[in-house]
């Protein structure tokens, strides 16, 4: 049997299956990965290294390789309070901290044996941006923990002086204002970085395709093997990119498992928030029943102080929350040590106890006081899923291209999109685009699409409720993305933190599933388990 990874808008009901599926109306073999190694394109066709950097080489003269190498042992895996740290003992500036990871992604990411086509764009300004942080560092007042900090953002994020593409040729020119999230970035001093790389329409778009390819910017490959371990999606760039230490951190988004798979299949931590806690305005959308953009970082302390950077209310976004908690409350406790497993409990699926590293990880939470419950999947499935994606983005997806896409774009829906691709098909859609015609053949009404999204909702919450319930558990346990679509639907937080890797050297994930809200709970559980079982490695070659 050949094993079938779910990725991006995927998810799993079982570890394996095969090929030759049934096709049911749950049935999500479409959107699945296919023979990845197989690649029909390997580098963009649409995008070159000197577009990339043309605006950029004379400001790069004065960095050398003997100061990446200096400069190395400070920056490379260390986190967001590690370099603060060196900042202020004046080991680097934030300029120097930007051309450091600049000088990587110009040596690692393109036309090279170990190109990884991560990163689609570099902001222009970066380098001005960064020696202005420079100036405003030794100023009076308190800087946030994420000021001067690198980030990037996956490209169906709106930035105002890069294009948001989606990855597709069709949006190459899609000049915008800046999404909310990157707004509340920026007022916390971060610094943006560029834009990664993704899973074209965050793969939900040609269903025949590898993960992490684009047309625009190409195939996103895996640092912990090319060509042979798969880079999940559809927030691939965003993954590989901070595997491989081209940012400080990344920022991606899922409807379910596009930050789940991509995390766990390069090493790195991964949330996926309860939907309406960070604003989806601005972003290209699948679903706004589901869609939330979500932290990718190497550790949990640093992914708890990206999500409190980026969470805050949105007036713009019906489904945005209002939580009244202070910028400091996610990462506040994990920073001072003051977090434990004692008396927690957590439920582990029977089903998975044959994964040799899930057992692994489960001792080591029970080592640490951690409570576990073995526990039976509910017979409950998802009937249409891919129905609710299709019904959302029908008009989800106009409704972007009205309030926050460029003015000089003329698409007002799919129909667009699928007809534009076919005046090129080579250059915009080498795999085709099987997807987009399901979105506009799929048919229902009003009324059909409220009451699925409650059959979905209601489905998701029993899946994980009845069994929370009936154990008094704190949380679940997961891998990887396997039970992404049930916490998407529920809209339940899950986070994903390195567990280990195969024999192969393939990463896997530890993934922690909970009720809505409790993210700062996720946090401190996954951060706890992180500094017991410190299992992520760096990729060898990237170092």
């Known amino acids: 049997m050949k094993k079938i990874i779910y990725l991006a808008i995927g998810f799993l009901f079982i570890a394996c299956g095969t090929k030759e599926q049934v096709k049911t109306e749950s049935d999500i073999s479409d959107i699945s990965v296919k023979e990845f190694t197989k690649f029909k394109v390997l580098d963009s066709e649409n995008i070159e290294n000197q577009t990339i950097w043309s605006s950029l080489d004379t400001e790069m003269v004065d960095f050398p390789e003997t100061e990446y190498e200096r400069l190395k042992p400070y920056i490379l895996e260390k986190n967001i309070l590690e370099l603060h740290k060196s900042r202020v003992q004046g080991i680097f500036t934030y300029e120097k901290l930007v051309k450091f990871y600049l000088y990587r992604i110009k040596k690692y990411d393109r036309n090279n044996e170990l190109s990884l086509n991560a990163v689609i764009r570099i902001n222009p300004n970066i380098i001005a941006e960064a020696k202005q942080k420079d100036q405003e560092f030794f100023n009076k007042r308190l800087k946030p923990l994420i000021f001067g900090m690198p980030i990037l953002l996956k490209d169906n994020i709106n930035t105002k002086n890069m294009p948001t593409t989606a990855g597709a040729v069709a949006l190459k020119d899609n000049y915008t204002k800046d999404a909310f999230i990157v707004q509340r970035l920026k007022q916390e001093g971060a610094l943006i970085l560029g834009k990664a790389n993704l899973s074209e329409w965050a793969y939900f778009f040609c269903g025949d395709c590898p993960s992490g390819y684009s047309a625009i910017g190409g195939q996103t490959l895996n640092p912990y093997g090319r060509k042979t371990i798969d880079t999940g999606g559809s927030s691939s760039g965003s993954g590989v990119s901070v595997a491989a230490n081209f940012a400080v951190a990344a920022v991606g988004t899922e409807t379910a498992g596009s930050i789940l798979s991509p995390a766990s299949q390069n090493s790195v931590v991964g949330l996926k928030p309860t939907i309406g806690l960070l604003s989806r305005s601005g972003i290209v959308p699948i679903s706004s029943t589901l869609d939330t953009p979500g932290p990718m970082t190497k550790n949990v302390i640093d992914n708890a102080i990206l999500l409190a950077t980026l969470f805050g209310y949105d007036a713009s ?43 692994e990880a489960i001792n080591i939470l029970k080592q640490q006081g951690a409570i576990i419950v073995e ?136 993934t922690f599933i909970g009720k809505p809200f409790t993210e700062k709970n996720l946090l401190e559980f996954a951060y706890v388990y992180e500094q017991a079982s410190k299992k992520r490695k760096a990729p060898k070659n990237y170092n």
Not at 349 to 358: H, Q, S
Request: proline letters at 5%.
């Open 375 to 510: 526990i039976e999947e509910e017979k409950i499935n998802l009937p249409k899923f891919i129905n609710l994606l299709n019904l959302d983005m029908q008009k989800d997806l106009p409704a972007y291209f009205e309030n926050y896409a460029s003015k000089e774009l003329s698409y007002t829906s799919v129909q667009d999109i699928i007809d534009f691709n076919k005046k090129d098909s080579l250059k915009t859609m080498p795999y085709g685009q099987k997807l987009f015609y399901g979105i506009v053949n799929d048919k229902a009404n009003k009324k059909e699409l409220k009451d699925l999204k409650k059959v979905l909702y209601d489905n998701g919450k029993s899946y994980f409720d009845i069994p929370m319930k009936e154990h008094n558990l704190d949380g679940v346990l997961s891998i990887n993305n396997y039970h992404a679509a049930f916490a998407a639907v529920a809209e339940y937080p899950a986070l994903t933190v390195p567990m280990g890797y195969t024999n192969k050297g393939e990463p896997k994930g530890l």
């Open 317 to 359: 976004d019906p489904k945005s929350k209002n939580p009244k908690w202070t910028k400091h409350y996610y990462f506040t406790d994990i920073k001072s040590g003051n977090v434990s497993l004692k008396g927690k409990r957590f439920g582990a699926f029977t089903r998975l106890l044959k994964d040799t590293l899930y057992i």
